[in-house]
């Protein structure tokens, strides 16, 4: 019965980490993993969640009763301000909803399933490359058309608007458009205002159905506000759209899997009609979302206090993470590594897409037990001052051998 099933693929991102784990070389590095690390190459539970867990752990109102389907009413009200903006329209105008979800990983998931079950959608087109998991979320969604559009120019080492804009026109109308709207992973290439703009242009003559994915609020910039303008802008602007917000990194949560849909609608009466769809989706799937990390969330955002303390964590993390960027480009125009490097500094995020190439990939990874994905992405948190030398000097030989 089951001896005749396929062996899935591994997934790389996984597959890499425990082979990291494995090695015993002592100056191994992991530029591979996802999340944050210190400068100590340690994860971060951050202070001002270490906060709420004590006050929580005392609270004698707590309990573990079912939250509802939707989820934590707190946590979801928090979670569309932060993202459009306590005074945007579109809140005002009470058409916008938040549904409660297993990490960004499963708002994606919910938007995919509506867009397929509910609107019939079939057509979608996302980024090449993108996250490894969106194709996998809408190919399991059951949709038939998966495209990809370019994004990445190899040569500048920077984004192909024109090429983007044209595949996405290519699409038949009303076809699901998914965006990065900050710290474009793998590439850590951003849109300008400008060029999000002519994205929106597209979008509107398709009449496409708008998925912004935004996994990385704050966590680029260091300024709530400049990492969620794509998304405003497109809201401003009368679109309908869905966004899958994730707080695994802004806020240290990764295994507690909080993340949020946001539905903008253009009336109340709409909102609520996909809401209570969407709630469907959620009743067979996960029936009812967890407490933990949705508690944590919005005991920080809704009180002016530790919001404040929690935005100073999220600069800290940013910044380290420029540094990194700052310090690893320096080391190789030090050295007079080939090439031009300073799409390093430019790039967004906790994702810096080297350009370099499978057979220097696997160089570092055998010569050096420097562990990053194939496609030469590097998580630049993984990178700290002591283990920088090394890295920046395996580069160089990997590129000059
Ligand atoms: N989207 C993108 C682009 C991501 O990089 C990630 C995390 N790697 C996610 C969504 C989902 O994150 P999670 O499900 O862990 O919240």
């Known amino acids: ?64 009763e079912y939250l509802p389907v939707a989820g934590l009413p707190d946590f979801r009200a928090a979670a569309v301000k932060l993202l459009l903006g306590e005074d945007n329209p579109a809140l005002v105008e009470n058409r916008v909803e938040g549904i409660q979800a297993l990490g960004g ?17 079939d057509n979608v087109i996302m980024s090449s490359p993108t ?78 159905y708008v998925l912004m994915d935004i996994a990385y609020q704050g966590f680029t910039s260091g300024d709530i506000e400049k990492d969620s303008w794509a998304v405003r802008y497109f809201v401003n602007r009368g679109f309908e759209l869905f966004a899958s917000q994730s707080f695994s990194k802004n806020f240290g949560l990764y295994n507690e899997r909080i993340g949020n849909l946001c539905i903008v609608t253009k009336d109340t009466e709409s909102k609520m009609r996909v809401k209570s769809q969407i709630e469907i989706i959620v009743r067979t799937t996960w029936s009812n979302p967890p407490n933990y990390g949705a508690r944590i969330v919005a005991s920080v955002l809704n009180n002016p206090a530790l919001y404040s303390e929690w935005k100073e964590h999220i600069k800290t993390m940013s910044d380290r993470i420029r540094l990194m960027r700052d310090q690893l480009f320096q080391k190789l125009k030090m050295l007079g ?65």
Request: aromatic share 8%; glycine share 6%.
């Open 337 to 401: 590594t080939p090439g031009k490097w300073d799409h390093i500094i430019h790039q967004q995020g906790m994702f810096s897409y080297t350009g370099l190439n499978p057979t220097q990939v696997e160089h570092l990874v055998k010569k050096y037990h420097i562990y990053l994905l194939k496609s030469g992405r590097i998580n630049m948190c993984g990178l700290t001052t002591s283990n920088m030398d090394y890295v920046a000097n395996a580069i160089h030989d990997a590129v000059t051998s």
């Open 131 to 208: 996250w490894e998991n969106h194709r996998m979320i809408f190919k399991n969604c059951g949709f038939g058309n998966i495209k990809q559009h370019r994004y990445w120019n190899a040569e500048t080492k920077g984004l192909d608007l024109d090429g983007m804009l044209e595949d996405i026109k290519a699409m038949p109308d009303e076809s699901v458009v998914l965006l990065h709207a900050c710290a474009h992973n793998p590439t850590g290439v951003d849109p300008t205002q400008e060029q999000w703009k002519k994205i929106a242009d597209v979008c509107e003559q398709k009449k496409a």
């Open 105 to 121: 990983t499963g708002a994606l998931r919910l938007a995919a399933d509506f867009l397929k079950i509910v609107k019939k959608c």
């Open 1 to 64: 019965r089951f001896a005749d099933v396929d062996v899935a693929p591994p997934i790389e991102v996984f597959a890499l980490i425990a082979q990291y784990n494995e090695d015993t070389f002592p100056n191994k590095v992991n530029l591979s993993v996802g999340a944050y690390r210190t400068e100590e190459g340690k994860p971060w539970v951050l202070p001002v969640v270490r906060t709420v867990e004590a006050q929580m752990a005392t609270d004698p109102t707590l309990n573990h």
